[in-house]
């Protein structure tokens, strides 16, 4: 069940990924270079950081380092809905550009899935994936629209990728990128598609995947065991990587000139924001499950993420709550 849910439902999640990466890139946060440079930037940092927070904790331990990765992701759906508890404490522009810096990190992430995470591959299931990617392509050049051709060209894709021992979620990310955004009679799949997906991930999808990942037995773990190398590399990563990276690449590209902060927003709520990237939940369950297959690490990564995410989304709460409730005073 464990690997339905991760390679087959995940592919879905990772759709509803593509459709927002390609509508964000075409015509929403990242359709202009000034709009997209500083969350490409800030999301950047926000990679780097937790990595070498990672890294730092785990050096010499070359079994250990394979997780390297776990800390860098962003939940966009947690990191957004905390933000959402603020209402309209929180301006908008510091909304959209939470979610374009998630969105880029979900595209990092999947890069690293892509590049890091990848066995030794099948030749020949690689080239009949690559023939079913051409005929998405094709399928777009012809004006195509009904979504379900994508679809069942999309379940040979995934059947194809997951033989050649690329991770099987990279096949929901290319075919929702190949959906066509805009059609001649004035429709739009992708956006029809990326609406009609939405709840099912949001209720389906997800909590599955979360009762499926998430689920650990505290008994026997104690204060010594969250001090471990792993342990303590993914919780830093995530509360303090996360943090430091982000501030710090938002705040060398606001001060050479590249970007320019969100409009309305001020440097303690752009910390606030910060904090909320340390949320990886899903995402850094996913890849935790991709660096450590094995039982052995499964309560060390679900215990490292569980906390390194509440702490993040917490702070991120308090700081943003603490930051509009001083300017309005």
């Known amino acids: ?16 990924v593509g459709l927002e990466v390609k509508r964000a890139l075409i015509e929403g946060e990242l359709s202009s270079l000034s709009s997209a440079a ?15 927070v990672y890294v730092a904790c785990n050096w010499g331990n070359a079994e250990a380092l394979q997780g390297w990765a776990i800390p860098t992701a962003t939940d966009i759906a947690f990191a957004l809905g905390v933000l959402a508890l603020l209402g309209a404490r929180a301006p908008p522009s510091l909304k959209i550009f939470l979610l374009a810096l998630a969105i880029i990190d979900d595209l990092g992430a999947i890069i690293i899935i892509a590049v890091f995470y990848t066995a030794e591959l099948s030749l020949t299931a690689l080239i009949l994936a690559g023939t079913g990617v051409g005929s998405l392509v094709v399928l777009n050049l012809l004006g195509v629209s009904h979504r379900a051709t994508y679809m069942l060209v999309g379940v040979a894709i995934w059947v194809c990728v997951l033989k050649s021992h690329i991770h099987p979620t990279l096949a929901g990310v290319i075919v929702g990128v190949a959906v066509p955004l805009n059609t001649a009679d004035g429709s739009s799949p992708a956006h029809d598609l990326e609406d009609a997906l939405h709840p099912w991930v949001a209720f389906g999808v997800l909590p599955v995947f979360a009762f499926a990942n998430a689920g650990l037995s505290l008994a026997g773990v104690g204060l010594s065991d969250l001090l471990q190398p792993i342990q303590l590399g993914i919780g830093l990563g995530l509360f303090v990587g996360k943090q430091v990276g982000v501030m710090i690449s938002i705040w060398l590209a606001t ?9 309305g927003a001020d440097w303690r709520q752009i910390y606030g924001m910060a904090l909320l990237t340390g949320t990886g939940f899903t995402m850094s ?21 569980l906390l390194g995410s509440v702490t993040s989304a917490i702070c991120g709460y308090l700081v943003l709550l603490s930051a509009s409730t001083s300017r309005y005073a």
């Open 1 to 16: 069940m464990l690997l339905w849910v991760n390679d087959g439902l995940m592919a879905i999640f990772f759709m509803l």
């Open 38 to 52: 500083l969350p490409v930037i800030a999301a950047l940092g926000g990679m780097t950081g937790p990595a070498l």
């Open 255 to 263: 001060r050479v000139g590249l970007a320019r902060l969100p409009e």
């Open 285 to 305: 369950l996913f890849m935790g499950s991709l660096a450590f297959p094995t039982e052995a690490y499964y309560v060390d990564v679900r215990v490292a993420v």
